[in-house]
């Protein structure tokens, strides 16, 4: 059975940083093309960033230039580095990876950002 499994929310000040982490069980997530969501209650769920298996990175512009994502080969991961977090970047964060008509998503990774 394929799942995606994120880790590292939890809750910061304004400002602070977090590292997420997505990790496959059944599935070689180098292999297949990474993206971060996030949703926030009451909100659809949006586009974070990504990265292909040859490791070309795109982000949204809310998060340009503090969010960093990046795979980790050798333990096949993909992680989401959150720099200056802010409320606005408070929600559920989640994995998905896409390969061909494959695709999977994570159950989710908490984030709060409050003072």
């Known amino acids: 059975q394929v799942r995606l499994v994120e880790s590292g929310g939890g809750a910061v000040q304004p400002g602070g940083s977090l590292r997420l982490s997505c990790a496959g069980a059944g599935i070689v997530v180098n292999t297949y093309s990474i993206a971060w969501y996030r949703q926030a209650p009451g909100n659809q769920r949006e586009w974070v960033a990504s990265?292909?298996?040859?490791?070309?990175?795109a982000y949204a512009d809310s998060v340009k230039g503090r969010f960093t994502i990046s795979r980790h080969s050798a333990e096949d991961t993909v992680d989401l580095q959150m720099n200056s977090l802010n409320p606005a970047d408070a929600g559920v964060y989640y994995c998905y990876a896409r390969r061909g008509n494959g695709e999977y998503w994570g159950q989710g990774t908490q984030v709060s950002v409050t003072s």
């Open positions: 990265i292909s298996t040859g490791g070309v990175t």
